[in-house]
Nanobody
Framework: VQLQASGGGLVQAGGSLRLSCAASGRTLSTYNMGWFRQAPGKERVFVAAISWTGSTTTYADSVKGRFSISRDNARNTVALQMNSLKPEDTGVYYC?????????????????WGQGTQVTVSS
């Protein structure tokens, strides 16, 4: 499966962006999906994940209450709605297939990484 993230851009603090992850080559409907981000000079970290049914979601503490992950299996897409953005949310955002469980918070357990999309939040 090939993944492509889009929707990034430059936004002021307090603003919103909606990222989208589109898949080709295979349906996403049976995969648990996650979003990760990588700030300049830092390691890639977990942001959010959604189960293959869409019934369960989980978030990093730093984005709880501000970000929302969702999926549309009919359209083969996963979205990340980001509200109340902060400068520390700046980074390249990636979507990936994750294995649900304790290891899903680690980027090393994710697979099928797509090209990321740059999010820049100005103060």
């Amino acid at each position: 499966v090939q993944l492509q993230a889009s929707g990034g851009g430059l936004v002021q603090a307090g603003g919103s962006l909606r990222l989208s992850c589109a898949a080709s080559g295979r349906t996403l409907s049976t995969y648990n999906m996650g979003w990760f981000r990588q700030a300049p000079g830092k390691e890639r970290v977990f942001v959010a994940a959604i189960s293959w049914t869409g019934s369960t979601t989980t978030y990093a503490d730093s984005v709880k209450g501000r970000f929302s992950i969702s999926r549309d299996n009919a359209r083969n897409t996963v979205a990340l709605q980001m509200n109340s953005l902060k400068p520390e949310d700046t980074g390249v955002y990636y979507c990936a297939v994750v294995l649900w469980g304790a290891t899903m918070f680690s980027p090393t357990s994710a697979s099928y990484w797509g090209q990321g999309t740059q999010v820049t939040v100005s103060s």
